[in-house]
Nanobody, 116 residues
Framework: QVQLVESGGGLVQPGGSLRLSCAAS??????????MSWYRQALGKERELVAT????????TYANSVKGRFTISRDNAKNTVSLQMNSLKPEDTAMYYC???????WGQGTQVTVSS
């Protein structure tokens, strides 16, 4: 049974940084064969795909709203995927979810709040 467990959320001031981590377990095949994504959802807003790290060669894609500020990375040896978030803005406030999109498996989410 695939499980995704996020950590690293919290309260940060505008302009600050946070690093989210996702620990993955239970994959049938090697973790490296699965694309991994981060989504977010703010109160009253639609869910947004923030970033994806592809399988194999590791192509990364980002939402326009976070390009140049967020970086997705993964450690296939440790079955983890991370999201480094810099220059945070109040509009980045949301619940952030780690997702294995090919399996439609979601973590429980971690709250990020950007406020002074």
């Amino acid at each position: 049974q695939v499980q995704l467990v996020e950590s690293g959320g919290g309260l940060v001031q505008p302009g600050g940084s946070l690093r989210l981590s996702c620990a993955a377990s239970g994959f049938t095949f090697s973790f490296s064969r699965y694309a991994m994504s981060w989504y977010r959802q703010a109160l009253g807003k639609e869910r947004e795909l923030v970033a994806t790290y592809g399988s194999g060669g590791g192509t990364t894609t980002y939402a326009n709203s976070v390009k140049g500020r967020f970086t997705i990375s993964r450690d296939n040896a440790k079955n983890t995927v991370s999201l480094q978030m810099n220059s945070l803005k109040p509009e980045d406030t949301a619940m952030y979810y780690c997702v294995a999109p090919g399996l439609n498996i979601w973590g429980q989410g971690t709250q990020v709040t950007v406020s002074s």
